[in-house]
């Protein structure tokens, strides 16, 4: 999976950009909040990435913030909302205000984002309700380095963040990312 890429921005064109990175061109998807922090084309640009494979194309979305690259991640993970639709919600809110919205259960500033109905709204409110920590991001996205790369793992092979969070929680600090895994893995077989 792509992470993270850092080059030179070649061209704006919202809500899509292309980035060359050691002479490849690649044509990322950006939030409105990551491309109005974009710097001028030419200028040197890293983007924390998120990289979709279906049957018919590979699309690449690209963030500011690891916090914004979580909140992505937990977006789609919701029945119903794609890629699309996760980056016109961080598009209308920024993480905190989405936070702050979940925390206040406010569908009325969910249905403003395009393309959510009222449905769609409270869908977003239940499933979001405690993933969203009080410091206005991701749970998910705590972890950095090695454990991060683990708890991504677990959740890749399906488990749910709170699965993943507690196995991690039972590991040594000090494990490389394969032995985490298998560790992790001991620990969720019990």
Known sequence: MIGRLS???LEKHPPQICLDVQGVGYDIDVPMSTFYQLPEVGQACTLHTHLVVRDDAHALFGFATQAERATFRQ????SGVGAKLALAVLSGLTVAE?????AQQDSS?????????KKTAERLLLELKGKLDNNMAPVSAAP????GDILHALAALGYSDKEATAALQKLPADLSVSEGIKQALKVLAR
């Open 98 to 102: 989405l936070a702050e919205v979940i």
């Open 7 to 9: 080059g030179t921005l």
């Open 109 to 117: 500033r969910l249905v403003r984002v395009p393309g959510i109905g």
């Open 75 to 78: 977006l789609i993970r919701i």
């Open 144 to 147: 950095e380095g090695g454990r």
